[in-house]
Nanobody, 127 residues
Framework: QVQLVESGGGLVQAGGSLRLSCSAS????????AGWFRQAPGKEREFVAY????????YYADSVKGRFTISRDNAGSTVYLQMNSLKPQDTALYSC????????????????????WGQGTQVTVSS
């Protein structure tokens, strides 16, 4: 069982920045692909960003491309989501997730390809 813990959420004005962090209870996290998802009230969970464990390949949702950056520290034990130029529509509960594999060849945006999930951290962007 892998436990993921997110941090870094908060209240920020539109145009501001936040950096979210996701750490895991096991070392295997560094060898598994990871992703960030978000869910706003009354809406379905949506994919935000993905990073593999091997070559650290990344993919982003169109809605955040150019504004958000997903990364891992050198040890791969922490995954970050740097969020710049935040918009009110970015307001949501942000959760990190990890796959049981080092990379996801396709379907990186599908929640079913991720095995473990964190509880989430709230991001609120005021206009």
């Amino acid at each position: 069982q892998v436990q993921l813990v997110e941090s870094g959420g908060g209240l920020v004005q539109a145009g501001g920045s936040l950096r979210l962090s996701c750490s895991a209870s096991t070392r295997t996290f560094s060898t598994n692909a990871a992703g960030w998802f978000r869910q706003a009230p009354g809406k379905e969970r949506e994919f935000v960003a993905y990073i593999s464990a091997t070559d650290r390949k990344t993919y982003y949702a169109d809605s955040v491309k150019g504004r958000f950056t997903i990364s891992r520290d050198n040890a791969g034990s922490t995954v970050y989501l740097q969020m710049n130029s935040l918009k009110p529509q970015d307001t949501a509960l942000y959760s990190c997730a990890t796959s049981s594999r080092a990379y996801i060849a396709s379907g990186w945006s599908a929640p079913l390809n991720y095995r473990y999930w964190g509880q989430g951290t709230q991001v609120t962007v005021s206009s």
